[in-house]
């Protein structure tokens, strides 16, 4: 199985910074097929399920507030949140689904410093 | 808009079974693959299943192979988990969640449903 590892487990900061999360892969997720690298990003807030922010590592899914941002290379990937608000408060989840079994990793929890 | 309603959940001894359901809507059902994935309480997301469109294509987690059936009914659009010898540590929330891109295998969930819980427990 790949094995998503998330940094950190958890982070505070300030309303209007940067807010930077990384997902390491124990195994590329990049296709050369395709050259599309199969890693996603989820925010979860409390009650609630996981909701969709970035796929394809960089491609924001439609409606996602442009200060989220995905990129990354085959084992090392990054979600940004440019500039935190207060809404962003949730655990962040990376997820492989290169290959079966889809992987996560364990999550990151945002919090205001 | 789309929608996928968890239900089945509840209270249950271990090593007893229970079915779980997902209905959809807003979205032609037939023409995506789906997955189930579970929440233990306060922990991380567990992919636990996947089903093709046509349900001719079903991959497990080694956790519940053997255990948990997933199969679909495309005429009454609806997904269901079958789980048997039910154990303790399968305590969770059950998301079933729909892929983006639909006649993909692999592909990220753009949708979940709100979840079911199921506790274990004599």
């Known amino acids: 199985d790949i094995v998503m590892t998330q940094s950190p487990d958890s982070l505070a900061v300030s309303l209007g910074e940067r807010a930077t999360i990384n997902c390491k892969s124990s195994?590329?997720?990049?296709?050369?097929?395709?050259?599309?690298?199969?890693l996603a990003w989820y925010q979860q807030k409390p009650g609630q399920p996981p909701k969709l922010l970035i796929y394809?590592?960089?491609t924001r899914e439609s409606g996602v507030p442009d200060r989220f941002s995905g990129s990354g290379s085959g084992t090392d990937f990054t979600l940004t949140i440019s500039s935190l608000q207060s809404e962003d408060v949730a655990v962040y989840y990376c997820h492989q689904y290169y290959r079966v079994p889809g992987t996560f990793g364990q999550g990151t929890k945002v919090e205001i410093k | 808009q789309v929608q996928l309603v968890e239900s089945g959940g509840g209270v249950v001894q271990p090593e007893r079974s229970l079915r779980l359901s997902c209905a959809a809507s807003g979205f032609t059902f037939s023409s995506y693959g789906m997955h189930w994935v579970r929440q233990a309480p306060g922990k991380g997301l567990e992919w636990l299943t996947l089903i093709s469109y046509d349900g001719s294509v079903k991959y497990y987690a080694d956790s519940v192979k053997g255990r948990f059936t997933i199969s679909r009914d495309n005429s009454q659009n609806t997904l269901y988990l079958q789980m048997n010898s039910l154990r303790p540590e399968d305590t969770a929330v059950y998301y079933c969640?729909?892929?983006?891109?639909?006649?993909?295998?692999?592909?990220?969930?753009?949708?979940w449903g709100q979840g079911t819980l199921v506790t274990v427990s004599s």
């Open positions: 394809w590592a960089s």
């Open positions: 195994q590329s997720v990049l296709n050369s097929s395709n050259n599309k690298k199969y």
């Open positions: 969640a729909k892929v983006r891109n639909g006649r993909e295998l692999l592909d990220p969930f753009d949708h």
